[in-house]
Every structure is written in C-alpha cells, then in structure tokens.
C-alpha cells in the first residue's frame, strides 16, 4: 500500500511540474513576442544612397561584397554580372533586406535598386571562383 501511495504522489508531483513548466514557457513566450512586437520598426522602404567599392570575399565560397566610403559593409543580393570586379568604385541606391539571413556574414544584405560605376582607375576583371 506504501508503494502505491509512494507512487501516486511521484506521479502528482511531476504531472504538477509540468504543468508549471508549461506555463512558465507561455509567460515567457508571451514576454518574448511582446518585446519583438515593441521593438522600434525600420521602415524597409527607406532607400540607402551609397558610395564605397565593389570587394570580392573568398569566404563562404566566395561572393561579392560591397563596403561603402564609411567601411560599412553590404551584401549585395541581386548585384548584376557587370558590377562583380573586385575593386570597382560604385554608387548605389539599395534597400536594406531585414527579413533575410545570410551565410556570408559580411554586413548587412541590400537589394540594389541602382547601381553605376563612378571612377574606373583599373581594369580589374572579374576575380576567378575557381581557388
């Protein structure tokens, strides 16, 4: 009788642990959303007018990167055949892309909205993708 007893109070005090565990995972999810939701938001139709270069990374198998006069560094996602030399000087006009990862973690992605060649001091030729 002991051990029925014994087992029916293990059985309470875990199905209440898990209870518990489970609400405090609501509480705390409900906390989370909350905090995303009141974070300020950036309006994603803000247009980034930029100038900097055109830089091939050989990283994450290798990409063309973007880093403008400041250093701040940008991946183009949609950078078109032409602009991909390394070492080209640019300005653009791009949007900020806040809804998309990357795996080349090198700044922040952009779609280009325009894009044109501001000085040409070499003919640099786009760089090999066979290392």
Do not use: W
Not at 22 to 30: G, M, Y
Not at 60 to 83: C, H, I, R, W
Not at 86 to 93: A, F, L, S
């Amino acid at each position: 009788m002991k051990s029925i007893t014994l087992f029916c109070f293990i059985l309470l005090l875990f199905s209440c642990e898990n209870r518990l565990d489970s609400t405090e995972t609501q509480a705390q999810q409900s906390r989370t959303s909350s905090a995303i939701e009141n974070l300020p938001d950036k309006n994603s139709n803000d247009i980034l007018s930029l100038k900097g270069t055109i830089q091939y990374q050989h990283f994450e198998g290798g990409f063309y990167g973007f880093v403008d006069s400041k250093g701040n560094k940008y991946t183009p996602m949609n950078l078109q055949e032409a602009y991909r030399r390394d070492g080209i000087r640019v300005r653009i006009q791009a949007r900020e892309l806040t809804q998309i990862a990357t795996t080349t973690q090198f700044g922040i992605p952009i779609e280009v909205l325009a894009i044109e060649e501001i000085e040409s001091k070499s003919k640099r030729q786009p760089v090999s993708r066979d290392l």
